[in-house]
């Protein structure tokens, strides 16, 4: 197992064009996290499942974004009319049910930026 | 809602020379964890350090440890003789204690640069 995996490292879109991104948690890991970084701040909350249910929400989620966990397994994240103001690395992280608060094990990042 | 917040946007220190972050956090809660990432450049996030707020004992890895007052809402890491490898930056992050506290909430970073 060789932790989290996030595709494709880039993306460059044109606004308006909708795009797709992957994360493959580490197996074992039922809880995946979804997270928004802009250049120089820091990483905020998207979105959270456990298995494949969505339980949490933020409001930065606007209808435009949707994400999904199939089957519990991997997760899905798609921007549909790719706005400027989308342009960030998104960050897909994963951790075990038991542990408490350790195990957040996170991936490199997808990078897009919309032109 | 829970805030965190590092004032120091940029710091740097010489190799071998100790350095220290702050990070303060607004919370109503009282139980609660708080962790200390690094992210490299075009790297993953990593942990480096986290403390449980019910614990007194300030939490120390190695190098890097924490300075926790839990009173005054402050989380500072110290690492000790820095290293070129510890270039990075270090975002504080929070997280509730209660089932189903399952977000982190990071602050806005600090960039750590190491002179040789």
């Known amino acids: 197992d ?3 995996s996030q595709n494709p490292r880039h993306k460059i879109t044109k606004r308006g064009q909708n795009v797709t991104f992957r994360c493959d948690p580490i ?15 820091g990483p905020e909350f ?20 949707s994400a999904e966990r199939p089957k519990g397994s991997f997760s899905t994240l798609e921007i549909q009319r790719t706005e400027q103001g989308d342009s ?4 897909c992280a994963s951790r075990p049910s038991q542990g408490g608060a350790l195990g957040y094990t996170f991936g490199s990042g997808t990078r897009l930026t919309v032109v | 809602a829970q805030t965190v917040t590092q004032s ?5 220190v010489q190799e071998a020379e100790t350095v220290t972050l702050s990070c303060t956090y607004d919370t109503s809660e009282s139980d609660y964890y708080l962790f200390w990432y690094k992210q490299p450049p075009s790297r993953q996030m990593i942990l480096v350090i986290r403390q449980e707020a019910y614990k007194q004992q ?4 190695n190098r ?3 300075n926790f007052q839990k009173a005054a809402k402050s989380f500072s890491l110290k ?3 820095s290293q070129l490898g510890d270039a990075a930056m270090y975002f504080c992050a929070y997280r509730g204690y209660r089932q189903g506290a399952q977000k982190l909430v990071f602050g806005q970073g600090t960039r750590l640069t190491i002179n040789p």
């Not at chain 2, 300030?58 to 890895?61: F, I």
């Open chain 1, 2 to 4: 060789t932790g989290v």
């Open chain 1, 27 to 41: 197996s074992e890991h039922n809880r995946l996290y979804w997270y928004r970084q802009t250049l120089g701040q």
């Open chain 1, 46 to 65: 998207l979105t959270y499942f456990q298995n494949e249910a969505q339980l949490e929400k933020s409001r930065l989620l606007s209808d435009r974004f």
């Open chain 1, 88 to 91: 960030a690395m998104y960050l």
């Open chain 2, 8 to 12: 120091q946007p940029e710091m740097s």
């Open chain 2, 58 to 61: 300030n939490a120390t890895e």
């Open chain 2, 64 to 66: 890097f440890s924490v």
């Open chain 2, 79 to 81: 690492i000790s003789d």
